[in-house]
């Protein structure tokens, strides 16, 4: 991505003098979001698209030197969209006063952090637990397609809190697929006409064309489709491979492809669909309103939230997962990231399998905390023998206070040969 004038200059250098003002015109050949900033002179355009009228910036030139002009939407500066403004001419004396004390007070203050209000329009996009597709059983390879939607939508992101999120259909996470050893794989993606970024899907059970992400880059209104074959049983993540990667994984571009072996996996009672995510915002944890994706703590890796299915309570209010006791429970469990890895555990449960790295054909037992690296998979079996309440987490606590819990209800009689307690328990670890 890059600048062009009317000559066709890449990024071309920009010439003023101090005391002009330059003007800009400056329009979108293409559908993502832009916008030109020259930080250094206090300068921002609008954010436009190719649907956008053409927007203008006018740019004082109040000192002299060479300033860098860039697009400031997250990774476009880094592949290309930046260039130079050289300034020439005798340093203003108003320009000169800038940096004294008392102005540089009045900046602060005025570039205080006030938030927005809560999005109203604002969906739930938290993924369903039970959202699983059914086992495949015992079939032979075949064609199996998926039709799939990137969406960018105002999403709820905690009780009178939301965020822009970027979802492969609505939902975060994105559908699970699931899909046999052998299967040939078709994946038709679509960008809405409505998006402002441009989006991809790179699948981690794809051999080649870097997992999809080299052949599947959809502007706004457009579609690409993939075909690979499933050469490669497991559990594996998929996500949106776009620059900035952390930004569009973060607002929610992530899911899991399972890769059925030939005989599948041994059957149990339930199944269940749980990601985890790292959510960078310009606000903390807990504060009300609308919040948005923040470059500076992504790259800092300090985020405001952790999440089980893209929002804070999307396990413990907005869905329920329950089984009742004597039943065998699965959890399909992966990391979308970006950037932090999970101690997957369970509060009160030992796994009795662990498909460690989302690997079947190496089981563990006997399980208490297994790590989930960032863009990786685990399926962890177990048997619920106790009725309760059962918190899934990542053992690295803290999080659990930024959004990171679930919870898994179990119904039936209290055996007390497993467990016996003198009194009752108050059962409301989750908030
Ligand atoms: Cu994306």
Redesign the pocket.
């Known amino acids: 991505m890059v600048y062009l004038d009317e000559k066709g200059t890449v990024n071309p250098v920009l010439r003023g003098k101090v005391g002009e003002t330059l003007e800009i015109t400056i329009t979108s050949g293409e559908g993502a979001e832009h916008d030109i900033v020259f930080p250094e002179l206090d300068a921002k355009s609008e954010k436009f698209t190719g649907k956008s009228a053409p927007v203008k910036l006018l740019v004082k030139l109040t000192q002299s030197g060479e300033f860098t002009y860039y697009c400031s939407i997250p990774g476009h500066r880094q592949i290309g969209m930046e260039g130079v403004l050289e300034v020439t001419g005798p340093a203003d004396a108003n320009a000169k006063a800038k940096p004294a004390a008392p102005a540089a007070t009045v900046m602060g203050a005025a570039t205080a952090n006030p938030i927005a209000p809560a999005a109203k329009n604002a969906v739930v996009i938290s993924q369903d637990p039970n959202a699983v597709p059914q086992p495949l059983g015992a079939r032979a390879p075949t064609l199996v397609k998926y039709a799939i939607e990137?969406v960018e939508l105002e999403g709820k992101l905690d009780d009178g809190a939301t965020f822009t999120y970027?979802t492969f259909a609505r939902k975060v996470p994105g559908p699970m697929l699931r899909v046999k050893k052998g299967d040939m794989v078709e994946i038709k993606l679509s960008n809405n006409p409505n998006s402002k970024?441009v989006?991809?899907i790179d699948l981690h059970a794809v051999t080649g064309g870097m997992g999809g992400g080299e052949h599947t880059q959809v502007a706004p209104g457009e579609t690409k489709t993939i075909t690979f074959k499933a050469l490669n049983p497991g559990l594996y993540v998929y996500h949106?491979a776009?620059p900035s990667v952390a930004h569009?994984i973060s607002a929610g571009?992530y899911g899991l492809i399972l890769v059925e072996p030939e005989k599948g996996l041994p059957k149990v009672d339930k199944e269940f669909y749980v990601m985890q995510g790292d959510l960078y915002t310009n606000h903390a944890f807990g504060t009300k309103g609308h919040h948005e994706y923040s470059p500076e703590k992504a790259a800092d890796e300090l985020p405001s939230y952790f999440t089980f299915n893209g929002s804070v309570g999307a396990l413990t209010k907005e869905h329920k997962m329950s089984a009742k006791a004597g039943e065998t429970v699965r959890v399909f469990f992966g990391v979308g990231g970006p950037n932090k890895v999970s101690s997957f555990h369970v509060i009160g449960e030992i796994f009795d399998k662990v498909y460690s790295e989302g690997a079947t054909n190496t089981i563990k037992q006997n399980v208490q905390t297994t790590l989930v690296p960032a863009g990786g998979a685990t399926i962890v079996d177990f048997k619920v023998q106790y009725p309760g309440k059962y918190l899934l987490v990542d053992h690295a606590l803290s999080r659990a206070a930024k959004g990171g819990i679930g919870a898994l209800e179990v119904t039936g009689p209290a055996d007390d040969k497993v467990y016996k307690a003198s009194e009752p328990g108050h059962g409301n670890m989750a908030h």
Do not use: I, R
């Open positions: 990137t970027w970024a989006h991809s949106c776009t569009h571009m």
